[in-house]
């Protein structure tokens, strides 16, 4: 069995329990709360020397890193994945993004805003961080405005690394009104198959 040790409202601890459910494999969840810096604790670190959620522990007892990772080693071979090379290519440019151009100024301001209540603390950055974050929605929303998902006409790890913040890009006060490519993007996503909200509970 999988264990997945995560801290749940963290979009990329969503990112790997939403493909588990919907790969249907077994894994347990672990709580690893880092608003209280569990993560930094020695028996952690042992597990993951980074001190970051998610961390995956894999059947055979390897542990896994990076919630990207998680997600390129979980859809090998399923139809999460393309099969031609340009297509992959195309997931990992998406997922690359994600983590350089989008993850950083989204869901950082979701979390200093929604869950550590750093708002005034880190007013000046949040004031500098929103641009960058909408600059990363207004290249989301002029690819989609001509496609149904990221790449090619599939739903793949790619919508599923870029769908985990800008869902909840509301929680870091990200206006989506004007943004239909992108809304109509969420709701096509939201009907897929086993799909489960970031705050789902068995």
């Not at 993951?48 to 979980?74: D, H, I, Q």
């Not at 997931?91 to 200093?112: D, K």
């Not at 004007?178 to 509970?201: G, S, T």
Request: charged share 25%.
């Amino acid at each position: 069995m999988y264990t997945l040790y995560e801290y749940p409202p963290s979009g990329n601890c969503y990112k790997a329990r939403l493909l588990m459910h919907q790969l249907r494999l077994r894994f347990e969840r672990v709580t690893v709360d880092t608003q209280a810096n569990e993560t930094r604790t020695p028996e952690f670190l042992l597990l993951n020397p980074n001190g970051k959620v998610p961390t995956l522990k894999l059947p055979n007892g390897e542990v896994l890193a990076e919630s990207n990772a998680m997600l390129w080693y979980l859809a090998e071979d399923t139809p999460f994945l393309p099969d031609t090379r340009l297509q992959r290519a195309q997931v990992l440019q998406w997922m690359f993004f994600e983590q350089y151009s989008h993850e950083p100024f989204i869901a950082t301001l979701r979390n200093w805003i929604s869950y550590a209540n750093k708002r005034d603390e880190f007013a000046s950055e949040i004031e500098a961080f929103r641009p960058k974050g909408y600059a990363a929605l207004d290249v989301m929303e002029q690819h989609l405005e001509s496609r149904t998902y990221l790449v090619g006409e599939s739903y793949s790890i790619a919508d599923i690394a870029l769908y985990a913040y800008t869902h909840v890009a509301h929680e870091g006060e990200f206006d989506l009104g004007n943004y239909v490519a992108i809304c109509r993007w969420l709701r096509r996503i939201e009907k897929q198959p086993r799909h489960i909200a970031i705050d789902w509970r068995e």
